[in-house]
């Protein structure tokens, strides 16, 4: 059984790498230090045609990777970053789990 498991995962590591290769914005994600086959396609797959985002600012926001601002008269906090985004993305993108980002 587990090697049985263990050729499956060699199956879909070899198909992920294959996918990467095919995808232009997955292989240009591979540049980025910490990035692996799979966490750059799955970036590549969630964001999707980056051009839907009129500015990098509103993509960290679909990724969930801004902190959470309250404003009170003059003050402004900061909080923790915002929970209610892309899940995928951040995970990714704040080290959800060394399988992702090896």
């Not at 902190?67 to 993108?93: C, E, F, R």
Request: charged share 20%; proline share 1%.
């Amino acid at each position: 059984m587990i090697e049985t498991l263990g050729n499956l995962i060699k199956s879909c590591e070899k198909e992920i790498r294959r996918s990467v290769k095919e995808n232009k914005d997955a292989t240009l994600l591979m540049s980025v230090p910490g990035f692996s086959y799979f966490s750059a396609l799955l970036m590549a797959a969630e964001i999707g045609d980056i051009s839907r985002f009129s500015s990098y600012r509103k993509l960290c926001a679909y990724g969930g990777v801004v902190s959470s601002t309250k404003q009170s008269a003059d003050k402004i906090y900061q909080g923790h970053i915002v929970k209610d985004s892309n899940k995928y993305i951040q995970w990714v993108l704040t080290g959800g789990s060394s399988q992702g980002n090896s």
